[in-house]
């Protein structure tokens, strides 16, 4: 079983990827694939096996991932976050 994220940052998305999948059985294996890894803040023990790049960010950063279905073509950006 491969699972693909596009930014993989706390962990927690994953998590409960693999929860889901538990429903359905217990997989032989599991990999994870990751468009961007984001290598601080990890809240979970949880390594990607395959990995576009990785980047360091700050808490105030996020990472934005446009595809070209969905806007003018494909992009990976920083950007500050909004305050709340």
């Known amino acids: ?39 601080h803040k990890r809240e979970l023990p949880i390594q990607p096996d395959f990995c576009g790049f990785s980047i360091d960010t700050l808490d105030q950063e996020k990472v934005r991932v446009e595809w070209a279905e969905q806007s003018e073509k494909d992009s990976v950006r920083i950007e500050k976050k909004s305050p709340k």
């Open 1 to 39: 079983m491969i699972l693909a994220d596009d930014v993989l940052y706390t962990g927690r998305t994953i998590r409960a990827a693999m929860d889901a999948l538990l429903v359905f059985g217990r997989p032989q294996e599991v990999r994870l694939l990751v468009l961007v890894e984001r290598r």
